[in-house]
Structures are given as structure tokens and as C-alpha cells.
Nanobody, 125 residues
Framework: QVQLVESGGGLVQTGDSLRLSCAAA????????MGWFRQAPGKEREFVAA????????SYADSVKGRFTISRDNAKNTMYLQMNSLKPEDTAVYYC??????????????????WGQGTQVTVSS
């Protein structure tokens, strides 16, 4: 199993940037496909971005394309989500997720085995 710890959330203004981090402990980081999801109050958890085990493939939700960038540093067991040009509609709890042994892209919550605790991102209007 792996333990995922998220950080980097906060309160920002429209147009600001944040970088979320997800640190993993357990099996080698390179053995996991990983992704980011978010959940706003009263809403379902939605896909944000995903990255393959090697970092060679990425996928983004249409709502964040061109603004968010997912990356990973397997040597540091850490995944990142760089969020630029933030909008109020980006306000949500952001969760990182990992799927052991998957080398491709996973974009659905059911495809992930492990989840972080979530970090709150609030964008003021």
C-alpha cells in the first residue's frame, strides 16, 4: 500500500496560481499511475488530470486544459498540479490518487486504489 499526503492548497484571488503537491510513501513511486480529482460542495468528484507511471502521457479535463499542468518526480516520490489563471469555479477540495501497477492513464475514480486526504483550494471572485 501507499500513503498519499497532499499540500499546497489555500485561498487565492481570481487569476492567481497555486502548486499542489502529493507525496507518496510505500512502493516505488514509478509503479503507480496517478491523477488529480476535485470535489466542490454538493457536487460529485470530478476528474482534473492524470499522468502515466513514467510521466510520458497526460490527460486533462476540458475545464482546466491550458491552465493546469500535471507532473511527477519519481525520484522524490511526488506528483504536482500547477494551477494557473485560477477561477472561482476551480474552488473545491483537490484529491490526489494512485493506482498500483497501472502504467497508462486512469481517468475514473473507480480506477484508483489509493487516495490522499484532500487539500482545499478557494478562489475568491
Amino acid at each position: 500500500q501507499v500513503q498519499l499526503v497532499e499540500s499546497g492548497g489555500g485561498l487565492v484571488q481570481t487569476g492567481d496560481s497555486l502548486r499542489l503537491s502529493c507525496a507518496a510513501a510505500g512502493r516505488t513511486f514509478s509503479s503507480y499511475a496517478m491523477g488529480w480529482f476535485r470535489q466542490a460542495p454538493g457536487k460529485e468528484r470530478e476528474f482534473v488530470a492524470a499522468i502515466s507511471w513514467s510521466g510520458g502521457s497526460t490527460s486533462y479535463a476540458d475545464s482546466v486544459k491550458g491552465r493546469f499542468t500535471i507532473s511527477r518526480d519519481n525520484a522524490k516520490n511526488t506528483m504536482y498540479l500547477q494551477m494557473n489563471s485560477l477561477k472561482p469555479e476551480d474552488t473545491a477540495v483537490y484529491y490526489c490518487a494512485a493506482s498500483m501497477g497501472i502504467m497508462g492513464i486512469v481517468t475514473t475514480p473507480s480506477g484508483y486504489n489509493y487516495w490522499g486526504q484532500g487539500t482545499q483550494v478557494t478562489v475568491s471572485s
